[in-house]
């Protein structure tokens, strides 16, 4: 009881000291002189033209400029500016909108892009040296295309691996192909197929569904993944379990 009556006493000793504060230092209204007779001078006006809006700050990219005089190229801070075509004519460029061939082939072009502004042309093609530094960097170019293709093409194109089921009985042999599943070619193995070893991500996860697939349907003779191309193909036999 005695501890009690001392947690009250100083709860009321605070509530006191707090409402003591509160009167000290509230401001009264009839303290709150109002100005009756205000200067021109401390007016506050609106321009006639109304005030200016501030510019947006524009965002800058970078440009690889070639300089004549001294054979470099720098690059150079420029402003960005924004574009002025209509939404109907940008809504044609968006890439959701493209087919598979075309969705493909801008994506490429957007990987070449991002190359030429790493590895920029060494010359102007109306240099006098032109003949002897544009043909080797338009080789490094074009092997670089084949590089951002095939990385393209992995990217996007699952392989198809078709089973081989077998439909008759002992003596007369017929079968007849099925797509069992579609991998992913993560790593880009899928360009070769027929030179890839055991230890390799695409045929350890081939092998694996050819094996759940025999197990569930035991006329399944192999397997065969097909490269991206679809011209050869990599044999699959299913394991004993």
Same mark, same amino acid.
């Given at each position: 009881?005695?501890?009690?009556?001392?947690?009250?006493?100083?709860?009321?000793?605070?509530?006191?000291?707090?409402?003591?504060?509160?009167?000290?230092?509230?401001? =009264?209204?009839?303290?709150?002189?109002?100005?009756?007779?205000?200067?021109?001078?401390?007016?506050?006006?609106?321009?006639?033209?109304?005030?200016?809006?501030?510019?947006?700050?524009?965002?800058?990219? +970078?440009?690889?400029?070639?300089?004549?005089?001294?054979?470099?190229?720098? =690059?150079?801070? +420029?402003?960005?500016?924004?574009?002025?075509?209509?939404?109907?004519?940008?809504?044609?460029? *968006?890439?959701?909108?493209?087919?598979?061939? #075309?969705?493909?082939?801008?994506?490429?072009?957007?990987?070449?892009?991002?190359?030429?502004?790493?590895?920029?042309?060494?010359?102007?093609? !109306? !240099?006098?040296?032109?003949?002897?530094?544009?043909?080797?960097?338009?080789?490094?170019?074009?092997?670089?295309?084949?590089?951002?293709?095939?990385? +393209? +093409?992995?990217?996007?194109?699952?392989?198809?691996?078709?089973?081989?089921?077998?439909?008759?009985?002992?003596?007369?042999?017929?079968?007849?192909?099925?797509?069992? #599943?579609?991998?992913?070619?993560?790593?880009?193995?899928?360009?070769?197929?027929?030179?890839?070893?055991? !230890?390799?991500?695409?045929?350890?996860?081939?092998?694996?569904?050819?094996? /759940?697939?025999? #197990? /569930?349907? #035991?006329?399944?003779?192999?397997?065969? *993944?097909?490269?991206?191309?679809?011209?050869?193909?990599?044999?699959?036999?299913?394991?004993?379990?």
């Amino acid at each position: 009881m005695g501890h009690s009556n001392i947690r009250i006493k100083v709860r009321r000793r605070k509530v006191a000291n707090l409402a003591a504060y509160s009167r000290r230092n509230t401001v =009264k209204n009839s303290i709150i002189k109002i100005a009756a007779n205000i200067p021109e001078s401390a007016k506050w006006t609106i321009p006639e033209g109304g005030y200016k809006q501030p510019k947006p700050m524009m965002k800058k990219h +970078v440009e690889w400029v070639y300089d004549k005089e001294s054979h470099v190229t720098r =690059k150079v801070h +420029v402003a960005s500016t924004f574009p002025t075509k209509k939404y109907e004519e940008i809504q044609k460029t *968006l890439w959701k909108n493209l087919g598979k061939a #075309a969705k493909w082939e801008a994506y490429t072009q957007d990987k070449l892009k991002k190359w030429e502004k790493k590895h920029p042309k060494p010359c102007p093609d !109306d !240099d006098l040296f032109k003949d002897e530094m544009i043909p080797a960097w338009e080789a490094e170019k074009e092997q670089a295309l084949i590089r951002i293709r095939d990385f +393209v +093409v992995s990217m996007f194109d699952k392989l198809p691996l078709t089973g081989r089921f077998k439909t008759s009985k002992t003596g007369t042999e017929k079968y007849k192909e099925e797509k069992i #599943a579609e991998l992913k070619d993560i790593n880009g193995d899928g360009h070769r197929v027929n030179e890839l070893d055991k !230890d390799s991500k695409l045929l350890k996860k081939a092998q694996e569904t050819v094996n /759940k697939v025999h #197990a /569930k349907r #035991a006329n399944l003779v192999a397997g065969n *993944l097909k490269d991206h191309k679809r011209k050869k193909g990599r044999m699959i036999l299913p394991k004993a379990a």
